[in-house]
């Protein structure tokens, strides 16, 4: 009888810390599935904000020289309101571009020549608008190159960000 009872008290205690240790494994891989889930929620959080500072800056390009080639040529408020505009763009580009690195450094990565590409388009902006202002024989050409160069990247950058967001063997 004192055996049994020894038996019965021994396996309620295993039987216990089994279900102790099982319920804490549970909790922890349920832990881990949340902070996953989060971190790739922070991590489509932080596209969506680069992407969306990429189209806006595209926007500001796209909208500067189309008033430069709608009036005959870029007004000097015009080239300060771009640049004043372009370098707030910049800095919201790049601290974007910096949290992604912080999340995620591969896409961080990939998003890099974008980034490359907006600010070496802004130059290039920058450049037709002064020459606009200056009646360069070839500032209409240079204005509408630029023009079109922000138009097509505002066309682009839904796709090449859904493209990085898709799952790795997706389509895209």
């Not at 020894?6 to 240790?21: E, K, P, Q, S, T």
């Not at 980034?115 to 388009?121: D, F």
């Not at 200056?134 to 796709?159: F, G, M, S």
Request: charged share 20%; net charge neutral.
């Amino acid at each position: 009888m004192v055996l049994g009872v020894a038996v019965g008290a021994l396996a309620g205690i295993v039987g216990g810390a089994l279900a102790g240790w099982r319920q804490s494994r549970i909790e922890t891989e349920k832990w881990l599935r949340t902070r996953e889930e989060q971190a790739r929620a922070e991590t489509r959080g932080a596209v969506a904000t680069l992407a969306s500072t990429l189209a806006s800056t595209a926007h500001s390009m796209m909208w500067a020289t189309f008033k430069a080639l709608t009036s005959g040529k870029a007004s000097l408020e015009t080239l300060a309101s771009f640049e004043v505009e372009f370098h707030a763009e910049v800095a919201g580009l790049v601290g974007a571009q910096m949290r992604l690195a912080e999340l995620d450094f591969g896409l961080y990565q990939k998003v890099t020549p974008y980034v490359g590409q907006v600010i070496a388009l802004g130059g290039g902006t920058y450049a037709a608008l002064r020459a606009s202002m200056e009646k360069a024989l070839d500032a209409e050409e240079q204005l509408r190159a630029r023009n079109q160069e922000a138009l097509d990247l505002i066309r682009e950058v839904p796709t090449k960000v859904a493209g990085l967001l898709a799952p790795a063997g997706s389509p895209t």
